[in-house]
């Protein structure tokens, strides 16, 4: 809907910022990941850990160069960025994680790790950054209705706990995060949301010849 929107348009009501801010301090060292779109939520943690005293490092991926978001921002910033893409076009081949594990086998001292990107990624950071007892940070991106924290359909299991994202987070411990819940619970509307897709394409090729004939 907002897609559809023209210059001009407006509209109701926006809400926000929800939840709760990103804890900032000095804690030595940060490696900041971003992966995917989640380049861009990271990118303000980083300006803000820069900001209070920390050496960055950034760790960014995509699929491919192409689809690399924010690189000249991230480098502006970061005392050093690396970089990773699936297909190996830009920089290091393969997965951000692999880049992270050689600085933690370098004895490279880290003292917070933030990872921010799509579930498989902040969970295999997890992976490799707890037999090291690396404090990690993960931004989880549940399901969200209404925000504020009635419906329960961020709803989380942190430590045990449940927790709600619009409000208990989105940052929270990774290592005590249940990501097979998490993962499980986005993909509870994977049909409909095919369904929608399928549905908006229609009209995204009936829109596109209308246009087409009516020039
Ligand atoms: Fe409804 Fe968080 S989105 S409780």
């Known amino acids: 809907m907002l897609a559809d929107l023209d210059v001009g348009d407006a509209i109701l009501d926006v809400v926000g910022p929800l939840g709760r801010p990103t804890h900032i301090e000095k804690f030595g060292h940060v490696v900041c990941i971003g992966g995917g779109v989640g380049i861009a939520p990271v990118y303000p943690i980083v300006c803000a850990m820069k900001a ?16 690399l978001i924010l690189e000249d921002e991230m480098r502006g910033q970061c005392d050093e960025l690396k970089i990773a893409t699936d297909d190996g076009s830009y920089g290091h081949k393969g997965f951000p994680t692999e880049i992270l594990q050689q600085m933690i086998s370098a004895d490279d001292k880290i003292d917070l790790v933030v990872a921010v990107g799509p579930v498989p990624l902040m969970k295999a950071v997890c992976k490799v950054t707890k ?72 009209k995204l090729e009936a829109d596109i010849s209308r246009v087409g004939r009516e020039r």
């Open 131 to 202: 037999p090291a007892d690396l404090p990690t940070v993960v931004s989880l991106n549940p399901i969200m209705v209404d925000g504020t924290g009635m419906c329960g359909g961020c709803r989380v299991s942190v430590g045990g706990e449940t927790k709600f994202v619009c409000v208990d987070g989105p940052e929270f411990d990774g290592h005590a995060v249940d990501f097979d819940l998490l993962t499980k619970r986005l993909a509870a509307y994977k049909d409909m949301e095919r369904q929608a897709m399928d549905d908006h394409a229609c």
């Open 52 to 67: 209070a005293g920390n050496r960055v490092t950034g760790i960014v991926s995509a699929r491919s160069k192409d689809l």
